[in-house]
């Protein structure tokens, strides 16, 4: 029998059934034909005896004597089937809904012709449509919906989870307990007043035989009538009773409620997620914070792939996915609508962006030197893409204004050059140069312009521009080596000839009257601030640094920390291992490790490790995402031409191996060997850091001469990019009293521009204040207050830190007032661009959107306003049905139950003995 309880949790039902426990070990047929045995075994038995001992008796009483011992029997064997009474949950899986959002940079693009920024992107457009409309509200009411977001990563990443709004367990009435406690007292007294007037009729059967025994044989048939009202009596008080335990002459009023099994109806509510617990709104800030264009690339297969997966076999009604269909990495689209086929799950997909590519010509890109000497000659180069105009020719200028004075449409500033320049087949870039020749240190913008022909629909694009910084003083640069190895005498060579770099060498096997291609040759190591704080640049090639004072090393990380010193760090072969492998204790050597971006593997668990300095072939550089975008890496004009020089570089024998690199570092190139990993991340090769106000750069072997091979110009352009970045903290000082520092002058889209200041106050001491307030200028002309607080990764005061998103592409300026001093402003630039995959293919890809719809049963709508019809329902709501899922949970047996029925039936199998005994005695049977 079933009987609906009350509610036990959200979106569940209560089920009582009843079962036999002992059927379900019944599993082989010889198991019944045993059972079957004995019962016929012990029936014939019955009936033998009975036979033969009612040859004497009236039919009547021996049919009544037959009757106790086969009631008594079936008591027995009732008893041995075990009945149980159990409660089982029934589980309402509601609906679930997922809806992925691509935030890929091309997701940033804004279609049409309307120019001004207040136009929306595609992504604005998909935020503004989940915020403003009751889109999500709608979809709730049938569906618990989980959004994503997704771009290059390989799993798209869960923003928020909101649950379904119309669940079962929001339409119960509460009054349902009660209802039934009400119909259960009913129940209880019709089952008692049937099963009394049924006792009653049987004492009166019985008393009427007992009258009329002796004078009528018919008689002994009101004997046997009266023992069958009394079974049916006692089984109609049983039923009653066990139908309501709580009432009734086995109703144990003092017993546990089935100890370590509560009733299901009496727990409380089971909640399938976490997230289902209480109702939720959607989060704007959080929405708004996740819905950033940030990703280089656009994984829309991998992500779809993840995400069928994942809801394989659940309650998924289905996928809504918003972008613009272009798959620019990965698994194939097409691959991921089999997926979703096989798993019936549908697509629905919402197509975002215009179907046409652009007319549109852009300054993708201008690049120009963060630093120039008054007098010579630099070259700004600039990246022109167009699309639909192919053959036209247009005009490009270049101005230049003093920092002070911001160049726009209506402040043309000084024209310094310009030149016509024939635009190719879509998306193909082409390059113009300009050479310019600075007069005056100090600061200066120079923006590249396109005239574009009147056919350009998108004119935010026409022009991007730099800060250059002109400088009248020298670059600095120490060179210190273990010895003479072809990696330093190359870089001193290089650096030598280099009119802008003044450099020293000290190079610790050398002897007094030895000559070097230096400007001043060292035998000591610096050993006072005033000679070591004049140099912007240190590079340490295998150095010895246990020939080095312990005073001289506390003054190299002084200048590091505090002065913004660039330190590149050079291992080698012959002393890296013996230092770097010493213990703790040691505070010269534990200022050295400290200094570096890497964590270096003890005395005990370096043999392996070690051993692998040296490798029988060369193996190319493994470069990561941080590496291929940082610029000071390079060896062409563009990430791209530059990575595929990398390609061609057949790489490096030897590195010294590090544990791991330190939090906060980042990681530009790895060792490519598989086999020299010992973990799941092959060794690390380059890595830097901020240490305090400078930067730190480590290189786990001096083998960068190899460039060579390709080209002399690369390993020159190598090294003087390297110093150029990590020096850059001296160069660009604005003020003796604070620096402010960014981790790289040109990223992407969507990547975090992470910022670093070292303040003093009016006395030159470290800064204390909690926080720090500057002024960040994005692309679009707003400001935007930054609080800088100080840094957790330093010991030291006067350390600030925050970062940034980049989210519109263009330049971001960072402006800090000096404490107390607000006359004295520190200024930094980010060049933010588009990569160039996500800009290659603008318009939406109608095709791979159809096909992942039609392909796996869902729909295809295109644009916001497909789905969002003013004054209507959206179509989405209508299409994607419930898959609301039903399971149930079984309970464990009620003990209440288990104790009545025991009851009842040692009531039954005792009453029937004992009445077949006295009726025995009384006509002298045996």
Known sequence: MNQDSPLVGADSISRVYHEFGRLSQFTLWWHWLILAFIVLAVLGYIIVIYLRDGSELRRGVAASLFLLRCLAFAAILFTFFNLEKREELQLLKNSRLALMIDTSQSMEIHDGLNTSHSESSRLAQVTEGLLETDLVASLREKHHLSIYRFDQGSTPVEITSLPCTNSLSNNTSASQPLQQSSFSRSQARSWAIV???????????????????RRAKVASWFLFSGICLLALSLLVAATGHLQNPAYGPFAFENADVNPGQEPLRNRPPIPHDSSETEQKTLPEEVLRGQLVARGSETRLGEALRFLIEKEQGGPIAGIVTFTDGNNTAGLKPEVAARLARQAQIPLHMIGLGSAKQL??????????????????????????????????????????????????????????DEHQVRLLEDGKISTVRFEVNPRKTGRRIYQLRVKPPPQDQNQRDNQKQSIVRVVQRKNRVLLVAGGPTREYRFVRNALYRDQHTQIDVYLQTSQPGMSQEANQILFQFPATAQELFEYDAVLAFDVDWNRIERHAVDLLERWVAEKAGGLILVAGPVHTPSWSTSTRGNPRLDTIKALHPVVFYGSSGTAYHLSRVESAQAWPLEFTPEGNSAEFLWLDETSLSSERIWATFPGVYGFFAAKAAKPGAQIYARFSDPQSSAGSDLPVYLAGHFYGAGRVFYMASGEMWRLRSLDESYFDQFYTKLIRYVSQGRLLRDSNRGLLLVEQERCLVGETIRLRAVLSDSQHQPLTQPKVTASLVSPDGKRHVVNFTPGHDSAREGMYTTQITAKLQGDYRIELPIPDSPEELLTREVQVRL?????????????????????????????????????????????IAAQDQISYVPGAADRNFDRALTGWLLTFICGALSLEWLFRRLHRLA
């Open 359 to 416: 007319v549109n010509v852009r300054v993708a890109d201008l690049q120009v030197p963060s630093r120039v000497f008054p007098g010579d000659n630099f070259t700004i180069t600039g990246f022109i893409q167009p699309h639909g105009l192919q053959g036209r020719s247009v005009r490009v200028q270049l101005y230049s204004s003093p920092d002070r004075s911001e160049i726009d449409v209506s402040s043309e500033g000084e024209l310094e």
């Open 835 to 879: 990569p160039d995959r996500e800009v290659e293919r603008t318009q939406r890809n109608d095709i791979t959107l159809k096909h992942l719809a039609q392909a796996s049963n869902g729909a295809y709508h295109v644009g916001m306003n497909a789905i969002l019809p003013p004054g209507k329902k959206s179509p989405l709501v209508g299409t």
């Open 195 to 213: 099963s009394g007037l049924t006792m009653l009729t049987s004492i009166l059967c019985v008393l009427i035989y007992a009258m009329f025994a």
